[in-house]
């Protein structure tokens, strides 16, 4: 199984300002013959599911905020929401899509300093 | 607007068979496959397994032995069954769709959206 590890596990950020997650697959997740990385990214506020961001490591799911980017390649990505607002309180997954089992990371929790 | 609702039993002894159903209203059903994920108390998420619009499954292999993921394409339904629980199974289980292809024709399993969420208890 691909293993994701996300760091930190939790997060808090003064609003206004940067905030970024990292995540880390234990083994590539780039699929060389399309050139794409096999990464999503969700978001999941209390009592709900989760929420499709990112998917393509990169591109952003329909309706979702352009504070909200992903990049990254391989086994290395990143989260960043470039101005936190009061509504990005959550907790945030990334997952992998390059293999069955398909594995997510353990989550980073992001709160208001 | 697709939304997917659940049900099942939320209380469960050891021993006992765990059952879920994910109606899907809105949109094809056939197009996508169904995903059925679940997410302890308190914890990360751990994905159950999928079935496509024919039939076709795929598990996780540290659940294989005891899923069974059906659907019933007549009333746009999908269900899970998971066998001689344990307290380990208690969660949060959710239903899910997934497009298993994109745009371009690129094999994807991401998921959205997602069913509500049905809290899932093993105790004696």
């Known amino acids: 199984d691909i293993?994701?590890?996300?760091?930190?596990?939790?997060l808090a950020v003064s609003l206004g300002e940067r905030a970024t997650i990292n995540c880390k697959s234990s083994q590539s997740v780039l699929y060389r013959s399309n050139n794409?990385?096999?990464?999503?990214w969700y978001q999941q506020k209390p009592g709900q599911p989760p929420?499709?961001?990112?998917?393509?490591?990169?591109?952003?799911?329909?309706?979702?905020?352009d504070r909200f980017s992903g990049s990254g390649s391989g086994t290395d990505f990143t989260l960043t929401i470039s101005s936190l607002q009061a509504e990005d309180v959550a907790v945030y997954y990334c997952q992998q899509y390059y293999t069955t089992p398909i594995t997510f990371g353990q989550g980073t929790r992001l709160e208001i300093k | 607007q697709v939304q997917l609702q659940q049900w099942g039993a939320g209380l469960l002894k050891p021993s006992e068979t765990l059952s879920l159903t994910?109606?899907?209203y809105g949109g094809s059903f056939s197009a996508y496959y169904w995903s059925?994920?679940?997410?302890?108390?308190?914890?990360?998420?751990?994905?159950?397994g999928e079935i496509d619009h024919s039939g076709g499954t795929t598990y996780n292999p540290s659940l294989k032995?005891?899923?069974?993921?059906?659907?019933d394409t007549s009333k746009n339904q999908f269900s899970l069954n998971l066998s001689s629980v344990t307290a380990a199974d208690t969660a949060?289980?959710?239903?899910?769709?997934?497009?298993?292809?994109?745009s371009s024709g690129n094999e994807v399993n991401w998921f959205d959206p997602w069913g509500q969420g049905t809290l899932v208890t093993v105790s004696s």
């Open chain 1, 3 to 10: 293993v994701m590890t996300q760091s930190p596990d939790s």
């Open chain 1, 36 to 40: 794409k990385n096999y990464l999503a």
């Open chain 1, 51 to 65: 929420q499709l961001l990112i998917y393509w490591a990169s591109t952003r799911e329909s309706g979702v905020p």
């Open chain 2, 22 to 24: 994910c109606a899907v």
């Open chain 2, 36 to 48: 059925w994920i679940r997410q302890p108390p308190g914890k990360g998420l751990e994905w159950i």
């Open chain 2, 65 to 71: 032995s005891r899923v069974t993921i059906s659907i």
């Open chain 2, 92 to 102: 949060v289980y959710y239903c899910a769709r997934d497009p298993y292809y994109d």
